[in-house]
């Protein structure tokens, strides 16, 4: 969120503060409990693998990234979630991302947040949700879906190509 305050009026978008603690406090923590192996194998193999960047070769990916990995980030992202509900005092909690997914539907203007133009909940959702979108996770599907976001999505799209975000098989530097 710091980061936010800092560029997002530099670009000429004010901050939403309340959807921001909606999507870092609620969404991310939500995320983290929710998803599922096939998510985070999805996303490893997005941002990592393809990358080149995965600790182990190619060959042994189809085994150990869905039996292995998914399942690791599983335990690790659900526990951080729970710990940080727990322990940060920060506000964490966790919400059904369909209910969340509806929520943010409910609260647009238009296609976009703020109407015709992204404002910074667009830009700052489509950010959290973008690794997932790149991955072709389910649960991004499922969120997109819940929502009925499928217009914001494209529209998000042609604003900040997903491709863009990513260089082949990777994030950009």
């Not at 939500?30 to 995965?54: E, P, Y």
């Not at 991302?97 to 539907?105: G, P, S, T, V």
């Not at 969120?143 to 604003?159: H, P, R, T, V």
Request: net charge negative; aromatic share 12%; proline share 6%.
């Amino acid at each position: 969120m710091i980061i936010f305050k800092s560029l997002f009026p530099a670009i000429g978008l004010p901050i939403d503060e309340e959807w921001e603690k909606k999507i870092t406090l609620g969404l991310d923590t939500s995320v983290k409990i929710q998803a599922t192996a096939a998510d985070w194998a999805a996303l490893f193999t997005a941002t990592i693998l393809n990358k080149g960047d995965a600790p182990f070769p190619g060959c042994l990916a189809c085994i150990l990234v869905p039996n292995v990995v998914g399942p690791k980030m599983v335990k690790v992202e659900r526990e951080q979630g729970e710990f940080n509900i727990k322990n940060s005092g920060c506000g964490h909690y966790k919400v059904p991302i369909e209910e969340w997914a509806k929520a943010f539907a409910a609260a647009r203007k238009g296609v976009f947040f703020g109407g015709e133009k992204p404002a910074h909940p667009d830009v700052s959702l489509y950010g959290y949700l973008a690794g997932f979108i790149y991955a072709q996770a389910p649960i991004a599907d499922k969120f997109i879906s819940a929502g009925g976001l499928e217009d914001w999505l494209a529209a998000m799209q042609k604003e900040i190509p997903i491709d863009n975000c990513f260089v082949k098989g990777g994030f950009s530097a």
